[in-house]
């Protein structure tokens, strides 16, 4: 019997994991899943550019390997998980309101109390993100960066401005739904209204457009979709 693989899912979050860790190793049902929390958006943190994102995505798959005693090729992919938070949006369509405290993602666009400040913080995030979908490799394991728009709880609640609390409480009546029901997850994923189906490249490009990155969109199906036909095939 062939090894199990290490399918290595980066998310932003604890209640990322709650909510996908458990339906994820439903599907790679012949793999071993590891869910590793980046604790908070690597695309935007202070210091990281395109110029240096890999490298430091790379430092936490060999840290993670070394402490397991693992080796690149005890790796099958990398799956990382990220919020697009409207950063494709164009900048008119990011509004400046003195009286909000946080950001506020609508689907016309995005309201904060510092304009300039998302302005920057979307560039950067577009530049990470452009350099991460390029890459298709990671410490030699094959890699792939996929979006929920305009973030997780978005695509999963239908909830694009979700209290900590509320993220917690949906992720696990998420994953309670969706446990041992790997074909109504696979189906929530891939055949619903946000579903972004077929060619990886031409994904990114659609959420690049108009207001699709503040709108509720993911090309997650694309990678559950790969495996499902990788499985038929075998």
């Known amino acids: 019997m ?35 929390i980046m604790h908070g958006d690597i695309t935007t943190r202070r210091g990281v550019s395109s110029q240096n994102i890999v490298a430091k995505i790379g430092k936490d798959v060999t840290d993670y390997a070394k402490s397991q005693h693992y080796k690149a090729s005890d790796f099958k992919q990398i799956i990382h998980i990220v919020d697009t938070d409207g950063a494709y949006i164009p900048d008119d369509n990011i509004m400046e309101r003195e009286n909000y405290l946080d950001i506020q993602y609508e689907s016309d666009g995005i309201y904060t109390n510092n304009k300039a400040g998302v302005v920057t913080r979307n560039q950067q995030k577009r530049d990470n993100l452009y350099k991460l979908r390029s890459c298709g490799t990671i410490w030699s394991i094959p890699y792939r960066v996929y979006y929920m728009s305009c973030n997780l709880d978005h695509v999963l609640y239908g909830k694009p401005n979700s209290t900590d609390k509320d993220k917690e409480n949906d992720a696990y009546a998420f994953a309670k739904k969706y446990r041992n029901k790997v074909v109504e997850f696979v189906e929530f994923i891939c055949k619903s209204s946000f579903s972004v189906t077929g060619d990886y490249k031409e994904s990114w490009n659609y959420i690049e457009k108009d207001l699709n990155s503040v709108n509720r969109y993911t090309n997650l199906c694309i990678c559950i979709e790969n495996e499902l036909d990788s499985k038929m095939m075998t």
Request: aromatic share 8%.
């Open 2 to 36: 062939a090894r199990k693989k290490i399918v290595l899912v980066i998310v932003e979050g604890p209640s990322d994991d709650v909510a996908l860790g458990m339906a994820l190793s439903q599907v790679y049902d012949k793999d071993f899943i590891y869910v590793h």
